[in-house]
């Protein structure tokens, strides 16, 4: 059976999706209109596709392979802040996003026979965004919009990691501490709905699918251990707007 991933729902949104944003009729033409806006987010982060690199020997020990990681995939859930300016002609609409979120977390755990205890590597992920987004809109009713629409961008990320030794019956724990800092071209997908109040006011509900890029932990002080990883997230995104 194929494992069902955020990638997967999202390639299955855009083919439900196509009809609407074709079908759809557009808003009625309206002169060209800047807007801003401030937002939060909740977001359904996860992160896959470990590749590991000197943490143990990579031979099986006692049935296990020493610096096998334990876990595929790591869930977590994040929220986010941010703003956009951007621009609206008829029925699209342009905008820059930016976005911070403050803590993703990205633990893992290996077994290491050779060394008979287990290494840990926890990582906190603090990240800045920034895309330029394209959309199409249309009407729903009197008060009420669809927007559908992605766009490209980068993300700076700052990853604090700890690389652990557990204590063993005749060793202390070892602690080794690094900071990274890498930047990352990422990209988004979003459908959304927008319902207008006095003007100039709005509010609007996203419903976003971010490829965040590549995660890259180490090397650490003591230790020449790298882990790589693939980071990806749902968001529900809530928009406060106002135009002029």
């Given at each position: 059976m194929r494992k069902f991933t955020v990638k997967t729902l999202t390639n299955f949104n855009l083919l439900l999706l196509t009809p609407l944003f074709l079908a759809v009729q557009a808003q009625a033409a309206e002169p060209p209109r800047w807007y801003g806006s401030l937002d939060v987010a909740l977001a359904s982060d996860e992160i896959d596709g470990f590749k590991v690199r000197g943490i143990g020997t990579g031979e099986a020990i006692g049935g296990q392979i020493d610096g096998d990681i334990r876990d595929d995939k790591i869930d977590d859930y994040t929220?986010?802040?941010?703003?956009?300016?951007?621009?609206?002609?008829?029925?699209?609409?342009?905008?820059?996003?930016?976005?911070?979120?403050?803590?993703?977390?990205?633990?893992?755990?290996?077994?290491?026979?050779?060394?008979?205890?287990?290494?840990?590597?926890?990582?906190?992920?603090?990240?800045?965004?920034?895309?330029?987004?394209?959309?199409?809109?249309?009407?729903?009713?009197?008060?009420?919009?669809?927007?559908?629409?992605?766009?490209?961008?980068?993300?700076?990320?700052?990853?604090?990691?700890?690389?652990?030794?557990?204590?063993?019956?005749?060793?202390?724990?070892?602690?080794?501490?690094?900071?990274?800092?890498?930047?990352?071209?990422?990209?988004?997908?979003?459908?959304?709905?927008?319902?207008?109040?006095?003007?100039?006011w709005s509010l609007g509900i996203r419903l976003r699918y971010v490829d965040m890029g590549g995660l890259e932990a180490g090397p650490f002080p003591g230790r020449d251990a790298r882990i790589s990883a693939d980071h990806q997230m749902i968001e529900l995104r809530f928009l406060l707007r106002r135009r002029w």
């Open positions: 929220a986010a802040i941010g703003f956009s300016v951007g621009r609206r002609m008829d029925h699209w609409q342009t905008d820059l996003s930016y976005s911070y979120r403050y803590r993703t977390d990205w633990d893992l755990a290996a077994s290491t026979p050779s060394i008979e205890t287990i290494t840990n590597v926890f990582s906190d992920i603090q990240t800045h965004s920034l895309l330029l987004n394209l959309a199409r809109r249309g009407a729903l009713s009197t008060h009420w919009s669809w927007e559908v629409g992605g766009g490209i961008g980068f993300a700076s990320k700052s990853i604090e990691s700890d690389y652990i030794e557990r204590a063993t019956a005749d060793t202390a724990q070892v602690r080794f501490a690094a900071q990274r800092d890498q930047t990352e071209l990422i990209y988004n997908a979003f459908i959304g709905v927008e319902r207008s109040f006095s003007h100039p």
